[in-house]
């Protein structure tokens, strides 16, 4: 089993960035691939990106692509997501997830373990 604490959220203005992150416990970080997922007001929870065991894949939903970066640091049992020039629809609570599936999925029903979330606002 595994806990995921997430930390980095806040308050931005659009055009600017976050990071953040999610950190794991227990020493099986490595054999999970890790998501992230967020959730604004009145919408279904949706995938944003993922990324594999050993963090040579990675996978984002269009609407980050190209502003947004998932990576991890298996030894710190950690993984992050920068974002850069947020807009006002990038507001949401993100979460982190952990899944034993071998390929990365965008599918929330393929993750085991969640975080709290850490909360995003983007100011327009």
């Known amino acids: 089993q595994v806990q995921l604490v997430e930390s980095g959220g806040g308050l931005v203005q659009a055009g600017g960035s976050l990071r953040l992150s999610c950190a794991a416990s227990g020493r099986t970080f490595g054999s999970y691939v890790m998501g992230w997922f967020r959730q604004a007001p009145g919408k279904e929870r949706e995938f944003v990106a993922a990324i594999s065991r050993s963090g040579i894949m990675t996978y984002y939903a269009d609407s980050v692509k190209g502003r947004f970066t998932i990576s991890r640091d298996n030894a710190k049992n950690t993984v992050y997501l920068q974002m850069n020039r947020l807009k006002p629809e990038d507001t949401a609570v993100y979460y982190c997830?952990?899944?034993?599936?071998?390929?990365?999925?965008?599918?929330?029903?393929?993750?085991?373990?969640w975080g709290q979330g850490t909360q995003v606002t983007v100011s327009s």
């Open positions: 997830a952990a899944s034993t599936t071998v390929v990365a999925s965008t599918s929330e029903y393929e993750y085991d373990y």
